[in-house]
């Protein structure tokens, strides 16, 4: 909000200009917005960190083989990236359409039941809390302006918004695979440089700095004490890659492979 001052915390709202307010809100939403774009990095990348490091582990600890180690690493990480990209997609274009036929149909409501949109729109305020004839009142004001009854009516009676803050889904298919794929590489770098045993130590170790980075970085927006989102992320990790190296150690005596890879 360049250019504009807002106003001192104890005025009135006569104080606060249509422009200053205008700007203030498009900020919020621009805000909103990007903490959707955020979401879609973190979680991608440490999906791509647990998931990664969890198949290296497995596959190391049933044949300490580097070969079998980076294929199944890479397969993974590919899968991993197309699937979480797709998935991503696929769910957030079918949510906005779900989203999207709903507010059809309080749009319809409001065009062929008015009487019925106010009934509802008064219920829901005094449900907030306002007493029954001011949100009566309220609510026949509203009812007035059918555009405005029917935003607050999918606002409050649906919790939605009819502008739609967050990016296309096609971007948010683009942040989580690309996200994935970033976070998957980093576990198997290791394995292309140094011997099974010492590139699996490293995987490990840098594998739960990533983590513990991705849960510092996340606090900076959930507004979480730093040290703990960075431990819950990295213990996550930890018993991902901990309960797939003890799974692969152990598989191959269960079927009677013991000594793969040896």
Do not use: N
């Amino acid at each position: 909000m360049i250019g504009q001052t807002r106003p001192a915390p104890d005025s009135l709202a006569e104080a606060y200009s249509a422009d200053w307010l205008a700007a203030h809100l498009a900020e919020e939403r621009q805000r909103v917005a990007l903490l959707g774009d955020i979401r879609e990095v973190v979680f991608g990348a440490q999906d791509g960190l647990v998931s990664i490091l969890t198949v290296v582990a497995t596959v190391a600890g049933a044949t300490f083989a580097t070969f079998p180690i980076l294929v199944a690493g890479v397969a993974a990480g590919l899968a991993g990236t197309f699937s979480m990209a797709a998935g991503e997609y696929i769910s957030s274009k079918s949510q906005r359409e779900l989203f999207e036929a709903q507010i059809a149909g309080e749009v319809r409501e409001v065009a062929e039941r008015p009487g019925e949109a106010e009934a509802e729109v008064a219920f829901l305020l005094a449900a907030d809390g306002l007493p029954a004839e001011d949100a009566r009142l309220i609510a026949s004001v509203l009812a007035r302006h059918p555009r405005v009854l029917t935003r607050t009516m999918v606002e409050k009676e649906l919790g939605l918004a009819v502008e739609d803050t967050s990016g296309s889904p096609l971007q948010g298919a683009v942040l989580m695979g690309a996200a994935f794929a970033a976070g998957a590489v980093l576990p198997l770098l290791p394995f292309l440089l140094l011997p099974v045993r010492t590139a699996l130590v490293v995987a490990v170790v840098l594998a739960g700095v990533a983590l513990f980075g991705v849960g510092v970085a996340k606090s900076r927006w959930t507004e979480r004490a730093w040290a703990r989102s960075g431990l819950e992320v990295l213990a996550l990790g930890a018993c991902a890659g901990i309960a797939g190296y003890l799974f692969g150690t152990a598989l191959p005596g269960l079927l009677g492979l013991a000594g793969v890879g040896a």
